[in-house]
């Protein structure tokens, strides 16, 4: 078992910047791909950025340029800095962990005023 609990969400103007942080715990020996998703208001849960245990990462086109993934191994930790935020940005947004399966957080709010 693995258990995600995410921070740093919160309320920003657009243009601004967050930084979510994602703490892993449990069978964390097993970790392979961390990562983050989202939700919109009425959208579908998206990808938004993926980080191998080699630290290879991939990024959905809508943030490429903007967020930036990155990982702590000794603190079993997933980062996502979120910069030139746009309201469309805004989700709640979902650290994800896999080894076999797929672990999720609960979420964190990112809420982005215009």
């Known amino acids: 078992q693995v258990q995600l609990v995410e921070s740093g969400g919160g309320l920003v103007q657009a243009g601004g910047s967050l930084n979510l942080s994602c703490a892993a715990s449990?069978?964390?020996?097993?970790?392979?791909?961390m990562g983050w998703y989202r939700q919109g208001p009425g959208k579908q849960r998206e990808l938004v950025a993926i980080?191998?245990?080699?630290?290879?990462?991939t990024y959905a086109d809508s943030v490429k340029g903007r967020f930036t993934i990155s990982r702590d191994n000794a603190k079993n930790m997933v980062y996502l800095q979120m910069n030139s935020l746009k309201p469309e940005d805004a989700a709640v947004y979902y650290c994800?962990?896999?080894?076999?399966?797929?672990?999720w957080g609960k979420g964190t709010l990112v809420t982005v005023s215009s």
């Open positions: 980080i191998t245990k080699g630290n290879i990462t």
């Open positions: 449990g069978s964390i020996f097993r970790l392979n791909d």
């Open positions: 994800f962990a896999r080894t076999v399966i797929v672990y």
